[in-house]
């Protein structure tokens, strides 16, 4: 938490009470879906929410960002991903999950470590009593709806293509240069 500059208890309560209220909403919705639509609204909810994600992030300087992208080299572009997504992922992967990171000429990999976003996804699950659903499948219901497409989204900009694999409390992501 001090990654983030929380310092003071009552802080790093209100911030994890928030974390846990938006993953215990995200969760709640997911099941509703679920159980009263189709897998398939899950997916679209899901993919709706990513693709607002990358919208407000991109979206209004989307067309610079294509001029960009054309003019500079994609370890560099890979390489500002990272950082970006290390410094501005703080509230969901704090520095200390992050066992490696690594760009060569050839690709970019990052090593989590023991993700609290996936643990807290697993843990609203479970609570909500549905860990055996096939979007909560064995634990990968986050990575599966959440991370990995929204990576991919961003990654799809600079024509990356993204592997991601998943262990049991993080992930492995590489992204190889063609």
Known sequence: ?????????????????????LTN????????????FSIEE???YCEWDVNLSVERRIGP???ALIQMIQKLA???LLNTFIKTL???????????????????????KIVIDKCPAK???NKAAKKLGCKDYPWAWEGLGYCKYW????????????????????????????AVFK
């Open 74 to 76: 994609k370890k560099a």
């Open 147 to 174: 991370c990995s497409p929204l990576f991919k989204k961003f990654l799809n900009y600079i024509k990356v293509p993204l592997e991601m694999e998943y262990t049991n409390k993080g992930c492995i992501i590489t």
């Open 86 to 108: 290390i410094d501005e992922g703080q509230f969901l992967i704090p520095l200390k999950c992050y066992q490696s990171t690594d760009i060569t000429d050839d690709y970019g």
């Open 119 to 121: 643990k807290k996804f």
């Open 1 to 21: 938490m001090s990654e983030l500059g929380i310092k003071e208890k009552a802080d790093k309560d209100k911030y994890n009470a928030a974390i846990d209220s």
């Open 61 to 63: 300087i989307k067309n």
């Open 25 to 36: 909403e995200n969760v709640f919705i997911m099941k509703y879906l679920y159980e009263n």
């Open 42 to 44: 899950v997916e679209n």
